[in-house]
């Protein structure tokens, strides 16, 4: 009895070749309702773990870009209940933002 991998094999074979699967499955000794039946059983599963093949997967490098983007981050903005608003850009120091929002949160006009 043939496994799924070997099964896997033959399906992507007849679909390379290019022949019907009457004409595959008799060159090839089976029945055309096996091919029909795994490649529907192949496609309902999903891509198996390993290749048709039996070959390990191939990876490709991946090369990692800290910041790609040419455009500069968008401000953040604070909307504050009294209807203030404070945009802070990236970088800003953590101990100013502290002071400003409670100066921008008070009821006194600024």
């Not at 945009?87 to 502290?98: I, K, M, Q, S």
């Amino acid at each position: 009895m043939a496994t799924r991998a070997e099964w896997a094999e033959r399906v992507e074979r007849w679909q390379r070749s290019g022949l019907s699967a009457e004409k595959f499955a008799r060159r090839e000794g089976y029945k055309p309702k096996q091919l029909y039946w795994w490649r529907w059983k192949l496609r309902a599963d999903g891509p198996s773990r390993s290749s048709p093949s039996g070959e390990a997967p191939s990876f490709l490098p991946v090369h990692v870009v800290t910041d790609a983007s040419p455009i500069a981050p968008e401000p953040i903005e604070i909307a504050l209940p009294n209807g203030r608003v404070v945009r802070v850009r990236p970088g800003f120091d953590p101990a100013t933002l502290e002071r400003v929002l409670a100066l921008a949160a008070e009821e006194t006009s600024c």
